[in-house]
């Protein structure tokens, strides 16, 4: 089991740029792939991007694609996901989540295959 916990969020006027954390504790960090996803009120949680255990491979959904990135430190226990270009529509709760399972690439997307969570941390977009 990861206990997630993030930081980072705020207000930033559209065209800005954020840099979310996540910080991890337990042994099984190095172990679990990570994932973000955000939602805002009213819609469904979305998949924001996913980070491979080993830390080279980075998937991302066509929404922030180009824009975001994802990064970890797995000897610091964080992952960390910089958002650049931000849109109003970016507005929303983000979530770090942990899981151990191998997901296939397919599944990285669906949250409910995610084990932990985070409590989120609200990312604000003004126009």
């Known amino acids: 089991q990861v206990q997630l916990v993030e930081s980072g969020g705020g207000l930033v006027q559209a065209g800005g740029s954020l840099r979310l954390s996540c910080a991890a504790s337990?042994?099984?960090?190095?172990?679990?792939?990570m994932g973000w996803f955000r939602q805002a009120p009213g819609n469904e949680r979305e998949f924001v991007g996913a980070?491979?255990?080993?830390?080279?491979?980075?998937y991302y959904g066509d929404s922030v694609k180009g824009r975001f990135t994802i990064s970890r430190d797995n000897a610091k226990n964080t992952v960390s996901l910089q958002m650049n270009s931000l849109k109003p529509e970016d507005t929303a709760i983000y979530y770090c989540?942990?899981?151990?399972?191998?997901?296939?690439?397919?599944?990285?997307?669906?949250?409910?295959?995610?084990?932990?969570w985070g409590q989120g941390t609200q990312v604000t977009v003004s126009s």
């Open positions: 980070i491979r255990r080993s830390g080279y491979i980075t």
């Open positions: 989540a942990a899981t151990a399972r191998l997901l296939p690439v397919g599944n990285l997307s669906q949250w409910r295959l995610y084990d932990d």
């Open positions: 337990g042994r099984t960090f190095s172990s679990a792939d």
